[in-house]
């Protein structure tokens, strides 16, 4: 069976850094589009980073939300079947429970598509972030 288990959130300072975990389940990374996601409360669902597949298909391209560019990471490690997202610079806003998810399959998204919530097959539990002094 399919699952998602995101893991690494927690309480951090302005300023701090988190990583989390995007661990599978029942599936390979390798050939998907893995993307993260965050909800605020009383926000809908963003797209906070995208990573393709680099596979020999697809060439592991990254992407990012403005909000988010140069502070946060995203990276795959196919050995762990895990997917990671580095966060620096932690600011009050960036406050959500985090997502991460599969892209469907077919045509891997572009620049303007990646972050689509509609586009993403299979979503994880979530794991909260709190940006806080």
């Known amino acids: 069976q399919l699952q998602l288990v995101e893991s690494g959130g927690g309480l951090v300072q302005p300023g701090g850094s988190l990583r989390l975990s995007c661990a599978a389940y029942?599936?390979?990374?390798?050939?998907?589009?893995i993307g993260w996601f965050r909800q605020a409360p009383g926000k809908e669902r963003e797209g906070v980073s995208c990573?393709?597949?680099?596979?020999?298909?697809?060439?592991?391209?990254?992407y990012y939300a403005d909000s988010v560019k140069g502070r946060f990471t995203i990276s795959r490690d196919n050995a762990k079947n895990a997917v990671y997202l580095q966060m620096n610079s932690l600011k009050p806003e960036d406050t959500a429970i985090y997502y991460c998810?599969?892209?469907?399959?077919?045509?891997?998204?572009?620049?303007?598509?990646?972050?689509?919530?509609?586009?993403?097959?299979?979503w994880g539990q979530g794991t909260q972030v709190t940006v806080s002094s």
């Open positions: 998810a599969i892209y469907r399959t077919g045509t891997p998204p572009g620049p303007t598509g990646w972050a689509r919530t509609d586009e993403y097959k299979y």
């Open positions: 990573i393709r597949s680099s596979d020999g298909i697809s060439d592991g391209r990254t």
């Open positions: 029942g599936v390979t990374l390798d050939y998907y589009v």
